[in-house]
């Protein structure tokens, strides 16, 4: 399994949106887009059957990193419209700041301890960051 896919079940794993479900005949999680809350699906092996992305609360750009409380799944829309908008900004600017920390907010009220058939995945991003 990729990083990338073990980082996303990471995600999935704390944030309380993601529930199991079945796709047609595979398992898989769903949830929801940390900005519109449209519905996301990941498969068991961590990939995104609909169009997830990975998005950093606080942008790679600016230092961000890959700890799992700066990161949640979005929309390829959401995430390409926060990245083109907001992610190009100074480090500095207030609209960042204030889509940073409603987004951190969001991701907060989201986490949850990881269901124990991903809490290796956890372990694992903890370990890479």
Known sequence: MTAKRRRILAIVATDA???PSRHGTQAVWV???????SPLTIG???RP??????????????GGDHALANLALACGACNRGKGGR????PRN????AEIVAELR???AERW???????????????RET
Do not use: K
């Open 44 to 46: 068991h092996d961590g």
């Open 105 to 107: 907010r969001r991701r």
């Open 86 to 89: 907001h992610d190009t900004r």
């Open 112 to 126: 949850r301890e990881p269901p124990p058939a991903l809490a290796g995945h956890v372990a694992w991003a903890l």
């Open 17 to 19: 949106t993601f529930e």
């Open 31 to 37: 949830g929801a887009c940390i900005h519109c809350r």
């Open 93 to 96: 600017d207030p609209r960042l």
């Open 49 to 62: 059957i609909s169009q997830a992305t990975i998005e950093h609360i606080w942008p790679q750009r600016h």
